[in-house]
């Protein structure tokens, strides 16, 4: 790819970015559910990790809860994008909660793989972050099979019951040049490691680690707007820097600075997976009032990706006299 051609100072807008199709189908799930059954619809976690998205659902009627035990008996409730452990979905049918369940196809997709595995007798390495709510997701599904493997030093250490019968699973949302470092000392421990059928991480977050990466030789700084505990976007941040390129996570335009501007005539913009838009949109527009005023979109990969809703909001849904929502979630 060759450095676009504008005067001035510039911004290069990258795409693929922003909202997944998980994440899309997740908050369709929550818009849908209220439309259908009404306020208020209890959530337990954040539906994404974005607290633009959160606030919104919450103005039109979401309850959000740490746990099912603020949620009354009886009541609707939805599991967030990032997956629920089984214990959790015991508790919601003990209390006779209504369940909808917005977990990410492709997290449920590591849920399987995690319960195939230890029902084989594997000890599951289980990369990602401990305390990220899709690690406690997965890691319920098998908990006595299942080492978390936080780093390359954990790998190093990591000591299984069988050497001959141990598996690796990964987060959705880690930084490719992360996990492959991991997966590769794993590898080299345990030469009989098996792996998922397709790798864990998702399309949405491999994509958008793509784009950085092309971008990188081509600007001198990257903004990625995204919230402080979305774990994508924090490696979107992770993958700029390691090429070199200060890079920052911002919420929305008041976070960004004047002094990351300074000398700056090329910056890169980006969003996690759980981002709207409209923060994208405004973020370029204080960027225009700084001097940057050509923006040129940087297209890297096509993205087409659709996931069907459940069928708590698809069935009531078709019976909603002139319904106009989509049956299906799309990036």
């Known amino acids: 790819m060759q450095a676009p051609h504008s005067a001035g100072k510039k911004v290069l807008l990258l795409r693929p970015r922003g ?30 990790h974005n607290r633009h998205v959160v ?7 979401a309850i959000f809860v740490n746990e099912l035990s603020e949620v009354p008996e009886g009541a609707r409730v939805v599991f967030s994008a990032h997956g629920v452990s089984p214990a959790v979905r015991e508790e919601a049918r003990r209390r006779n909660l209504s369940v ?38 997965t890691f319920g599904e098998a908990p006595q099979s299942t080492i978390i493997i ?16 141990v598996c690796y699973l990964t987060q959705t949302t880690l930084s490719l040049d992360e996990t492959r470092g991991i997966i590769e000392i794993l590898e080299r421990r345990f030469p009989r490691i098996a792996g998922p059928k ?26 990625v707007v995204g919230s402080q505990n979305s774990s994508n976007s924090k490696r979107l941040v992770e993958v700029c820097q390691r090429a070199g390129v200060p890079s920052h996570l911002i919420d929305d335009r008041r976070y960004l600075r004047d002094e990351w501007l300074e000398g700056v005539k090329t910056v890169s913009v980006t969003a996690g997976a759980s981002a709207p838009e409209h ?18 979109e940087v297209d890297i990969i096509e993205e087409d990706v659709r996931f069907s809703l459940p069928p708590e909001v698809q069935v009531p849904l078709s019976r909603l006299a002139g319904a106009s929502a989509p049956p299906s979630a799309s990036a």
């Open 198 to 223: 397709s790798q864990d991480i998702c399309y949405a977050t491999q994509n958008r680690q793509t784009a950085v990466k092309a971008v990188a030789p081509l600007c001198e700084l990257l903004l």
């Open 279 to 296: 923060l994208v949109q405004e973020l370029i527009a204080a960027l225009r009032e700084k001097g940057f005023t050509a923006v040129e």
């Open 19 to 48: 909202f997944c199709a998980g994440v899309v189908r997740a908050i369709d799930i929550v818009k849908i559910a209220l439309e259908v059954y009404g306020a208020p619809i209890y959530v337990r976690k954040e539906i994404v």
């Open 150 to 165: 936080e780093s390359e030093e954990d790998a190093e250490r990591v000591q299984v019951p069988d050497p001959e019968k």
């Open 100 to 137: 909808i369940d917005a977990t990410c196809p492709l997290v449920t997709k590591v849920h399987l793989e995690a319960v195939r595995f230890a029902q084989q007798g594997y000890t599951i390495l289980l990369i990602g972050h401990k305390d990220h709510e899709e690690i406690e997701g």
């Open 55 to 61: 606030d919104e659902l919450r103005g039109m009627g």
